[in-house]
């Protein structure tokens, strides 16, 4: 089975003092397991207190946005090389509310994975269906297209560098994830579309899942062997609940 990766994220919450608190209160209590790779992502003029404080530990930093462009006359952006000067190992591209609230188009996000690649980074790929989609059956034909989309260029090797995060819009921030079969079926699905259009092997694609994942429910989403790792909101901003999500990830 794939190692599971469980991502913090920590969106616009936290002052550099405050994360530098989570931080530690994290470290104090967090037991690395050969199973699960753990991975914060703090606000960018956070990162590189958390890059001090993670040096020396397995946990990986990761930033939650980035520009596609190496430089220039982009007000407001940070990109690829700042994001790896600082220490960030994996970066988030295509989150929910960055394609719905600011606006982020899917020729936007290809180019953000094409830049992440360039300079390293391994991009964590949201993909997820709003609520009116999923009602009208349309989940897997949007998921299908956020992949292509999203992907469009790569070639296959590079896949092995891509985290795919199913983060269903109408789970995200409501405190109710999707149950067991609902995410084991999109995550078979992202599976076996990748594999079809990238001629790879399907248990070798990292799939997590996004959207109210809590310690209560880690557990049950976790029994799925489709789900490879989460992607964790609300729940990331306590240190205790976001252990206990990392621990409830671990198998022998
Ligand atoms: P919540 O865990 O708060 O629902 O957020 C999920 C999310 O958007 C993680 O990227």
Redesign the pocket.
């Known amino acids: 089975m794939l190692r599971r990766l469980i ?1 913090g ?1 920590w ?1 616009m919450h936290k002052t550099i003092s405050q994360a530098e608190s989570l931080i530690n209160d994290i470290l104090k209590i967090y037991q690395p397991h050969p199973s699960v790779e753990l991975a914060v992502a703090p606000p960018f003029v956070a990162l590189q207190a958390a890059s001090r404080l993670l040096a020396v530990t397995s946990i990986k930093l990761t930033a939650q946005n980035v520009c596609a462009k190496d430089e220039g006359a982009f007000t407001g952006e940070i990109s690829p090389p700042m994001l790896r000067e600082v220490g960030c190992h994996y970066v ?1 591209i295509g ?3 960055r394609r719905h609230i600011f606006g982020e188009t899917d020729q936007d996000i290809n180019e953000k994975i094409h830049a992440a690649l360039r300079h390293s980074l391994l991009p964590v790929l ?1 993909v997820g269906e709003r609520l009116e989609e999923r009602q009208a059956n349309q989940t897997q034909s949007i998921i299908q297209h956020q992949l292509q989309t999203g992907l469009d260029g790569l070639q296959s090797k590079d896949l092995a560098h891509i985290t795919i ?1 199913y ?1 269903p819009v109408w ?5 109710h ?1 999707a149950t067991l079969d609902q995410a084991a079926e999109v995550h078979a699905h992202i599976r076996s579309s990748l594999a079809k259009q990238w001629g790879i092997n399907p248990d070798q694609t990292r799939v997590v899942y ?5 310690p209560d429910n880690a557990q049950m989403l976790f029994q799925s062997p489709q789900i490879n790792g989460a ?6 901003l306590n240190s205790e609940s976001f252990v206990k999500i990392a621990k409830l990830a671990t198998s022998d």
């Open positions: 991502v994220n969106k988030i989150h929910s509310e949201c995060a983060e789970a995200i921030g409501t405190g994830a996004g959207g109210s994942v809590s992607l964790v909101g609300k729940a990331c």
